[in-house]
């Protein structure tokens, strides 16, 4: 479920998010503002690391079918 949730989320740069969270509407405590900074670089932390398994699983089926195919 979550990841129907995070896949219908527009694509924003961290560095945007980020700019976004510090120079948003609401001030946040900083108890507040760390947490949520901590929450958006898990989920992108989360996301490049399943990417890159993806990307690793898909080289290595390539590689399996090219060894087949010899």
Known sequence: MAQQAEASRPYIPLQDR???LLDGPVALD???LL???YAEVSRYETQAYAAGWN???ATV???SRRDEDA
Do not use: P
């Open 18 to 20: 980020l700019r976004q």
């Open 30 to 32: 900083k108890r507040a």
């Open 35 to 37: 947490g949520t900074l």
């Open 55 to 57: 990307d690793a699983l």
């Open 61 to 63: 089926r390539r590689s």
